[in-house]
């Protein structure tokens, strides 16, 4: 059973850019040909799609973020990313790293996710 | 605001069914039969348990089923138990690659 942890700083200034990294182990992240997603949760809060992304790069970004998000993958560390840039007090949330429950497609939606991250955006 | 419409709360008393509703538009759920459903259990992360409308992962009680009718999908939950108290969030795709959610239903188990 595939496992997801992410990690990074749990605080950002204001305007700087927020990142953090999910490490899969359990399963190689190139393996099946899954899609690796970002998702997050502002406290109290409902979930909120970030974006994904597939082994050979390809992305698909929430389009009331598209302008501030890049995910990546680095496969030979079985690893993927989020950078979120310019940030605010309203990115303040735990984000969350999941993997597809189907291949080849995000229509089944997510069946394996991280435990979370808390990232508070302050000065 | 979130994309979808879902109802702050929901409750039953144990054995009782309980059905919570999630209103979309007629481009997201309307439009596609991509619709899935979440429990979540405070602190803890998301967990599947519907996809594509009606269908369940492995090792999710068939206790919980999904439907849809135009606009709106439902979770049904059959023969509650306490520990199906807990938030429940619903998702579609909203085509372009992009999925939304909804704001989530407290459920009680009284």
Not at chain 2, 19 to 48: F, R
Request: net charge neutral; hydrophobic share 30%.
């Amino acid at each position: 059973q595939v496992q997801l942890q992410e990690s990074g700083p749990g605080l950002v200034k204001p305007s700087q850019t927020l990142s953090l990294i999910c490490t899969v182990s359990g399963g190689s992240i190139t393996s099946g040909g899954y899609y690796w997603s970002w998702i997050r949760q502002p406290a109290g809060k409902g979930l909120e799609w970030i974006g994904r992304i597939y082994p050979n790069g390809e992305t698909n970004y929430n389009p009331s973020l598209k302008s501030r998000v890049t995910i990546s993958i680095d496969t030979s560390n079985n690893q993927f990313s989020l950078k979120l840039s310019s940030v605010t007090a309203a990115d303040t949330a735990v984000y969350y790293c999941g993997k597809d429950l189907l291949s080849g497609t995000s229509q089944g939606g997510i069946a394996n996710w991280g435990q979370g991250t808390l990232v508070t955006v302050s000065s | 605001q979130s994309a979808l419409t879902q109802p702050p709360s929901a409750s039953g008393s144990p054995g009782q069914s309980v059905t919570i509703s999630c209103t979309g538009t007629s481009s997201d759920v309307g439009d596609y039969n991509y619709v899935s459903w979440y429990q979540q259990h405070p602190g803890k992360a998301p967990k599947l348990m519907v996809y594509e409308v009606t269908k369940r992962p492995s090792g999710v009680p068939d206790r919980f089923s999904g439907s849809k009718s135009g606009n709106t999908a439902s979770l049904t939950v059959s023969g509650l138990q306490a520990d199906d108290e807990a938030d429940y969030y619903c998702s579609s795709y909203a085509g372009n690659y992009n999925w939304v959610f909804g704001g989530g239903t407290k459920l009680t188990v009284l």
